[in-house]
């Protein structure tokens, strides 16, 4: 059995990493160097930067974190925010980033998604997707940092998105994000049972409880957590140590 992967996610504004809830009322958290430096030393599997206003701002990813970010941290680095082209990509990777996240150029790009898993590889590109629920088991897809209503089903993008050579999918609840209530599971689920590659579980974790249901439950892949362990609340070790007595396999 493959181990589960703990991704803390470093949501990133005015080179400052920041929190919210539904997308909004930010506040801070740190230096994202620092921060990800302190997680990769205290056993995290991954890291995320998202570079939360980069595409909103028109403007590209914050390279020089990225590269600042490289230099500290040995383990895999995935950034995402900003990216429209393979230009940008290609600057990411150059500057240490090991994997991209695409969303909002994704969607308006399907053919980006297959022209990068082409040239760099898929195991490299990671598609996001913010989801919203409209009915009770139908979501919608937003983009521009959850601020724009697409009229793409999730269930049927996130198939679209394996197609066109997506090596992971890192699919957040907009309703639950911020709110420590726990994964969206039933969305968790549907998505992580209908794609064929890796799920990464974003948006409501509160405690480890909601950790183990990810996975348990919402068969995700990985699990994407920011406020549990920005503020805290809960450490990396505890929450491994929680997991694998409920037998969910880690990685120490």
């Given at each position: 059995?493959?181990?589960?992967?703990?991704?803390?996610?470093?949501?990133?504004?005015?080179?400052?990493?920041?929190?919210?809830?539904?997308?909004?009322?930010?506040?801070?958290?740190?230096?994202?160097?620092?921060?990800?430096?302190?997680?990769?030393?205290?056993?995290?599997?991954?890291?995320?930067?998202?570079?939360?206003?980069?595409?909103?701002?028109?403007?590209?990813?914050?390279?020089?974190?990225?590269?600042?970010?490289?230099?500290?941290?040995?383990i895999p680095l995935t950034v995402g925010g900003g990216i429209k082209n393979l230009e940008d990509i290609r600057m990411l990777l150059k500057s240490g980033a090991d994997k991209v996240s695409?969303?909002?150029?994704?969607?308006?790009?399907?053919?980006?998604?297959?022209?990068?898993?082409?040239?760099?590889?898929?195991?490299?590109?990671?598609?996001?997707?913010?989801?919203?629920?409209?009915?009770?088991?139908?979501?919608?897809?937003?983009?521009?940092?959850?601020?724009?209503?697409?009229?793409?089903?999730?269930?049927?993008?996130?198939?679209?998105?394996?197609?066109?050579?997506?090596?992971?999918?890192?699919?957040?609840?907009?309703?639950?994000?911020?709110?420590?209530?726990?994964?969206?599971?039933?969305?968790?689920?549907?998505?992580?049972?209908?794609?064929?590659?890796?799920?990464?579980?974003?948006?409501?974790?509160?405690?480890?409880?909601?950790?183990?249901?990810?996975?348990?439950?919402?068969?995700?892949?990985?699990?994407?957590?920011?406020?549990?362990?920005?503020?805290?609340?809960?450490?990396?070790?505890?929450?491994?140590?929680?997991?694998?007595?409920?037998?969910?396999?880690?990685?120490?």
């Amino acid at each position: 059995m493959l181990a589960k992967r703990i991704i803390p996610c470093l949501d990133v504004k005015d080179k400052r990493v920041v929190k919210g809830i539904h997308f909004l009322n930010l506040r801070d958290a740190g230096n994202p160097v620092e921060n990800a430096t302190f997680y990769s030393q205290a056993g995290a599997d991954e890291i995320v930067f998202l570079d939360i206003t980069a595409t909103i701002e028109k403007r590209k990813a914050i390279l020089n974190i990225v590269a600042k970010t490289a230099e500290q941290v040995f383990i895999p680095l995935t950034v995402g925010g900003g990216i429209k082209n393979l230009e940008d990509i290609r600057m990411l990777l150059k500057s240490g980033a090991d994997k991209v996240s695409i969303n909002t150029s994704a969607v308006k790009n399907p053919e980006l998604i297959r022209q990068a898993s082409e040239t760099f590889g898929s195991q490299c590109i990671v598609v996001a997707i913010d989801a919203k629920r409209i009915q009770n088991s139908s979501w919608q897809v937003y983009i521009n940092s959850g601020r724009t209503p697409t009229n793409l089903d999730v269930i049927a993008w996130a198939k679209e998105v394996e197609k066109l050579g997506a090596g992971e999918i890192l699919l957040t609840s907009m309703d639950r994000d911020g709110t420590k209530k726990g994964y969206d599971i039933p969305l968790l689920r549907i998505v992580s049972e209908t794609v064929n590659i890796p799920v990464i579980a974003s948006g409501g974790a509160g405690n480890p409880e909601h950790l183990y249901q990810a996975f348990a439950e919402g068969k995700a892949d990985a699990v994407l957590a920011a406020s549990i362990f920005h503020y805290g609340e809960f450490s990396l070790k505890e929450t491994k140590e929680f997991l694998q007595k409920k037998g969910i396999e880690m990685r120490f």
